[in-house]
């Protein structure tokens, strides 16, 4: 049932961000007084699941959940059809509109998916306020594992700045540290900045962005796993373990990294209870661990909620809409960077539901759709032929030479474009297919 409401929320998510971006097209085409043949959600080659013409449009829904699109009347687009092109061009036609008409009609998808966006992390914010967790309130540090150490860092650096911008949010750290270049952090109480590695940027993201970095916490019994090695040597709730063995641990990184290293053995742990000290023996697992988990109170303490109103949420709405525009060229470029080899992990429709939540989570779902929505924008916006940006730089380049490109020209170009964008389509699939198939 949990897949189900996953895919439930990724085909909701993705029927909204279309139908929108395309409403974008359609709008400002029929303004113009601009024939629509087709507008669909989800491409439909040789097939639709659902069609009915209205007026003079055909509307529908395609097969293949990879977007939609908007068959503008004398456009050369991804259908490739020339032979309305073979006639006189005629009044309706988005060939015989003005160039500044063409380019709104064009542009009008990306500037939907961009306001879409503002307008839901604005009431995100206004409904639920601006929350956050203090980095500068994360008084002992971060702990990160072995992965974290090949990316540069260590257990106990205070994060100060990552490519010189101060760093107020820590719950937005493992995404700075992975799209930056440098970083700068408080280390054995000097400031120090490095280059971070690629390396460990590929290791971190094979890993999916897992457990590489998190608050530095002592360790404070919170709770203890049924059955487990700690439970049965009567380790208890708001027990401070201050030792193992002869082994001073302050932190809980240190102690789970000791602990790891006596797999089926025997420990004595160290004790702090009702202000007395005591010595608790216990075996190992053997997988390293012994069963409990520790107070992340210090996170409850760092937890920021702040009330917006309307007025403060819609600058704020926007100042969120660009920060994640940054963020999606920043990714980009990691993407693109063989060393990181991020471009395995890159997931399709038949992966991406597993983003969502297996329970419907509405805040979940609409900063999904707020963050995606600057995503489609921001690829549909790339001058890559077949793609709106691809369009929109052959009409600046008529605005400014004054010379309209020929039908000929269009047509290489659109089909260059195609190409790529099916083999695009064709590494995403694969990627999904290969992944499910060997369970990585």
Known sequence: ???????????????????????????????????????????????????????????????????????IAGMIDESMDKEQLKQEPQPWEYRSKPAYQRLIIICGGVIVNFFLAWFIYTMLLFNNGDNYIDNSKITNGIAVDSIGSIIGLRSGD??????????????????????????????????????????GKREVIKRAGKNFLAPRVEVIVDSVVKNSPALLCGLQKNDKIIGLNDTKTIYYDELTTAISKSKKD???????????????????????????????SILKTAYVSQPLSFVQAVPAGLSKTLSTLSDQIRQFKVIFNT??????????????????KPVWDWNFFWSFCAMFSIWLAFLNILPIPGLDGGHATFILIEIITRKKPTEKTLEVAQTIGVVLLLSLMALVFGNDIWHLITGK
């Open 266 to 296: 025997s420990i004595a742990l160290k004790v702090i209870r009702n202000n007395q000290e005591i010595v608790l023996k216990t075996k190992v697992d053997k997988e390293g661990k012994i069963g409990f988990y520790p107070n992340l």
């Open 158 to 199: 205070k994060i100060l700045k990552v490519d010189g911008v101060a760093q107020k949010k820590f719950d937005q750290l493992p995404m700075e540290v992975l799209f930056g270049k440098n970083i700068t952090v408080i280390r054995d109480g000097k400031e120090t900045t490095f280059d971070l590695s690629d390396d």
């Open 1 to 71: 049932m949990g897949t189900l409401i996953q895919i439930a929320q990724l085909i909701l998510c993705l029927s909204i961000l279309v139908i929108l971006h395309e409403l974008g097209h359609f709008l400002p085409a029929k303004f113009f007084k601009t024939k629509i043949d087709k507008f669909y959600l989800f491409f439909d080659p040789w097939f639709s699941l659902v069609k009915k013409k209205i007026g003079d449009t055909e509307y529908g829904i395609g097969w293949i959940p990879m977007g939609g699109y908007v068959k």
């Open 339 to 356: 060393k990181t080899e991020a471009y395995k992990q890159v997931s399709g429709p038949l992966r991406m539901f597993k983003i969502f």
